[in-house]
T-cell receptor
Framework: EAGVAQSPRYKIIEKRQSVAFWCNPI?????LYWYQQILGQGPKLLIQ????????DSQLPKDRFSAERLKGVDSTLKIQPAKLEDSAVYLC?????????FGPGTRLTVT | AQSVTQPDIHITVSEGASLELRCNYS??????LFWYVQSPGQGLQLLLK??????LVQGIKGFEAEFKRSQSSFNLRKPSVHWSDAAEYFC????????????FGAGTRLTVKP
């Protein structure tokens, strides 16, 4: 069974630029999550989708972050404009029956 | 909302020694509880989980954890640590509702001495 796929694996941008991350979940998983993991911290949930609907986006900085999952399968997370404090690893996870399976993450560096 | 505390930021053990990593949670009902391991540059791998039933759960790589409701704890244990166990360990608590909203602790970094 293929795992959660994410791209790109690494991205370096300057502050005020925009960036997008892509995630393809495990086939059949209705729930998809985006997390932000700052160096030295645990992952923080940004947004949770159930199929193509948003279940929880209470911790998403909506002035600069957006996410979509239009067809209920893959998802994109966008940051526009980026700030220095957005430097982190962005993890995508998919799940069912209470479990979550994580992708390898995208490491974003904002300079 | 639920929350997790991992009191130990960094632990060093000798190879072959036993290990216990602490995790305390806050949640108003019986939560879902998880332990994940993260090696440098890697994603998170699920070690074990507790949803209900037997409070001692077995996971992969020889790990086990015990849910103690009275102490709001879910400590991770391994009887004999291997050098390959060196990694970051995260405890997480999920709300057992539709979608499993999950919160992670700050992590415990494990160093294994030869």
């Amino acid at each position: 069974e293929a795992g959660v796929a994410q791209s790109p694996r690494y991205k370096i941008i300057e502050k005020r630029q925009s960036v997008a991350f892509w995630c393809n979940p495990i086939s059949g998983h209705a729930t998809l999550y985006w997390y932000q993991q700052i160096l030295g911290q645990g992952p923080k949930l940004l947004i949770q989708f159930q199929n193509n609907g948003v279940v929880d986006d209470s911790q998403l900085p909506k002035d600069r972050f957006s996410a979509e999952r239009l067809k209920g399968v893959d998802s994109t997370l966008k940051i526009q404009p980026a700030k220095l404090e957005d430097s982190a690893v962005y993890l995508c996870a998919s799940g069912q029956s209470g479990e979550q399976y994580f992708g390898p993450g995208t490491r974003l560096t904002v300079t | 909302a639920q929350s997790v505390t991992q009191p130990d930021i960094h632990i060093t053990v000798s190879e072959g020694a036993s290990l216990e990593l602490r995790c305390n949670y806050s949640y108003g009902a019986t939560p879902y509880l998880f332990w994940y391991v993260q090696s440098p540059g890697q994603g998170l791998q699920l070690l074990l989980k507790y949803f209900s039933g037997d409070t001692l759960v077995q996971g992969i790589k020889g790990f086990e954890a015990e849910f103690k409701r009275s102490q709001s704890s879910f400590n991770l244990r391994k009887p004999s640590v291997h050098w390959s166990d060196a990694a970051e360990y995260f405890c997480a608590v999920g709300a057992p509702r539709f979608g499993n909203d999950m919160r992670f602790g700050a992590g415990t970094r494990l160093t294994v001495k030869p």
